[in-house]
């Protein structure tokens, strides 16, 4: 579709039928979305908290078993007794049990969506201007926002694979090659976060940001590719920095 044709269509589209435009036609669709920019950033908001907390509800018998076991392995290689193991496992089952880790999942996963996506927009937003773009702090929350869809149906897909099949964690790409199936050993594995991001829904989320930054900034695709790039190289080595630091500091390597 041309330019003049996506102009003159933009404004007609609700947000409903964006979802599914946005997987065929997400250039139509995010100037359709910006064209009336208005709480347009209200919807995904929405449909990835509520996929947040159905996955942190229904994963939480399981995130609570791998709690456990990663506590009593910490204890077992940091040398503790029999009694001294029995002791600590008894305080922690509070905060290891599936109604905690539900709540903090859900809480904790909502707070770090919003974060993330007001650190993926401020950088968004401020390296745009720099690169010579006029736009709106609010039009770029859309573009994160829409653009974040596909990481929500991810989530979704596995939260159902895992009550089918009872497996937790779900790697995400190539991450699975790397799992040794020690929960502990891989919690310190960076190869297993760097490796995550070789994942189609990412590579998906990727190219919608590519689309939704030229549209809002008006800049070519090359420009938006090449910004988008950068914070994804700042955001992987962000992600495989900490766990450096994670294992550095508990003596894992």
């Not at 359709?32 to 996929?51: D, F, M, Q, T």
């Not at 979704?156 to 497996?167: A, F, G, R, S």
């Not at 919608?208 to 930054?213: N, T």
């Not at 420009?223 to 190289?233: A, G, H, T």
Request: glycine share 8%; aromatic share 10%; proline share 5%.
């Amino acid at each position: 579709m041309s330019d003049m044709n996506m102009i003159d269509d933009a404004g007609s589209q609700s947000v409903w039928s964006a979802l599914l435009s946005i997987i065929d036609k997400p250039g139509v669709t995010f100037t359709n979305l910006l064209a009336e920019p208005r709480l347009k950033w209200l919807l995904p908001l929405v449909l990835s908290v509520l996929v947040l907390i159905i996955s942190a509800g229904l994963t939480a018998p399981y995130a609570s078993q791998l709690a456990q076991t990663v506590t009593e392995r910490q204890l077992q290689s940091a040398g503790a007794s029999p009694e001294q193991l029995e002791e600590m496992q008894a305080r922690s089952a509070a905060f290891t049990s599936p109604l905690v880790t539900a709540l903090s999942g859900a809480i904790g996963g909502t707070i770090g969506l919003v974060l993330m996506w007001l650190i993926a927009t401020t950088f968004f937003y401020f390296t745009a201007l720099i690169a010579g773009a006029e736009l709106k702090f609010g039009d770029v929350l859309i573009v994160v926002s829409w653009s974040a869809l596909p990481i929500a149906l991810r989530t979704l897909i596995q939260t159902i694979y895992t009550v089918v099949t009872q497996k937790f964690p779900i790697y995400p790409g190539l991450a699975a090659l790397q799992v040794s199936g020690d929960p502990l050993q891989d919690s310190r594995n960076p190869l297993i976060v760097l490796l995550g991001y070789a994942d189609p829904f990412w590579l998906w989320q990727f190219g919608l940001l590519v689309v939704g930054l030229a549209v809002a900034a008006r800049f070519s695709k090359v420009k938006s590719f090449f910004i988008v790039l950068l914070y994804s190289l700042l955001a992987i080595g962000v992600s495989v920095g900490l766990i450096m630091l994670s294992r550095t500091l508990t003596g894992g390597g």
